[in-house]
């Protein structure tokens, strides 16, 4: 009786070690899923945000065609955005709404990376005196994420000029203030009309700049201001501002801009390649669990043995 009490207690302690390497295999494969899903999603998010996917559409001074191919695919698009010396190099969209291009990419897919847009309130042919280009502030200097750069001083003395492509024609960007504000500045007017308002907007940007580079600046001039929210205020802003200029100058981080940052190696990997790696990971972590089972099982009928041999 005594020994068919311990045998019942033998198989339910083996049960419930059973059922708790099950319960930990379980919990192992439902993080080992979550996490290897994010980290995948993240890296596909940043893949839609590179700027070498849209690399082949950039219109050059031999080649416009391609730019025509990407505005055939969305309307939308109407320029192309470069900062020498930066990752920003993408293609411009402007929507019905500012809302349109939040999380929605140039060729129109869903993405939380979205676009580089002109605010709706302006005109496409840059026309205005002062015009508004948004972007989303992003890790791996990605879309407007290195515009933080700019608040260091070395930063800003090094980058002075970039490109900024529409109707057709490049013109010169010549980048001369930077501001640390918040969301309800009325430097976020678009369109300034008058020209006594113009003189105060640009004596506005004068007093808020936070780093300045002496560049007359006039009513009849027109300017472009790139803001993205600034990543440690909920509504602070980062704001790089810049005369058009007919002039395109020569980007002396030419070689750089041609080599660019490579894309993340986790970005390159198919889905199919990681659902395999992650089945290797079950089954090797599956085959540990069985090992240790049987181990345990070899150990018991060892110590049962010696008992009766005793």
């Not at 780093?211 to 600046?217: A, F, G, M, N, S």
């Not at 009849?220 to 205020?233: F, G, K, M, W, Y």
């Not at 005369?243 to 030419?254: A, G, Q, R």
Request: hydrophobic share 40%; charged share 20%; net charge negative.
């Amino acid at each position: 009786m005594q020994k068919t009490g311990y045998g019942l207690i033998r198989k339910g302690v083996r049960i419930l070690d059973s059922a708790i390497n099950l319960v930990v295999l379980l919990l192992f494969l439902l993080c080992l899923s979550v996490g290897g899903y994010a980290l995948w999603d993240s890296h596909q998010i940043y893949q839609e945000a590179n700027r070498q996917r849209y690399e082949q559409y950039k219109p050059t001074a031999d080649d416009s065609l391609s730019f025509q191919e990407l505005q055939q695919i969305n309307p939308d698009v109407f320029g192309w955005l470069t900062i020498y010396g930066t990752n920003i190099d993408y293609p411009l969209v402007q929507g019905e709404s500012n809302d349109t291009y939040l999380n929605t990419s140039v060729t129109g897919e869903n993405v939380l990376s979205g676009s580089i847009f002109l605010d709706c309130r302006n005109q496409r042919d840059f026309s205005d005196f002062n015009s508004i280009i948004y972007g989303h502030h992003m890790d791996k200097q990605a879309m407007f994420g290195e515009l933080d750069q700019f608040v260091d001083d070395t930063f800003f003395a090094g980058h002075q000029y970039g490109e900024l492509y529409y109707n057709g024609t490049a013109h010169g960007l010549e980048l001369f203030a930077f501001l640390e504000t918040d969301a309800y500045n009325s430097i976020y007017t678009p369109a300034v009309v008058k020209a006594e308002d113009q003189e105060e907007y640009i004596s506005s940007l004068w007093q808020q700049a936070s780093q300045l580079r002496d560049i007359p600046v006039l009513p009849s001039d027109h300017i472009v201001l790139l803001s993205t929210c600034a990543s440690l205020e909920t509504n602070g802003r980062y704001i790089l501002v810049a005369k058009i200029s007919t002039t395109v100058y020569e980007n002396p981080f030419y070689e750089e801009a041609v080599t660019g940052e490579g894309v993340d190696w986790l970005s390159r990997v198919p889905v199919w390649l990681l659902a395999v790696m992650f089945l290797l990971a079950a089954g090797v972590l599956l085959m540990i669990i069985r090992r240790r089972k049987r181990s345990k099982r070899n150990e018991g009928s060892k110590n049962r043995t010696q008992e009766k041999e005793k």
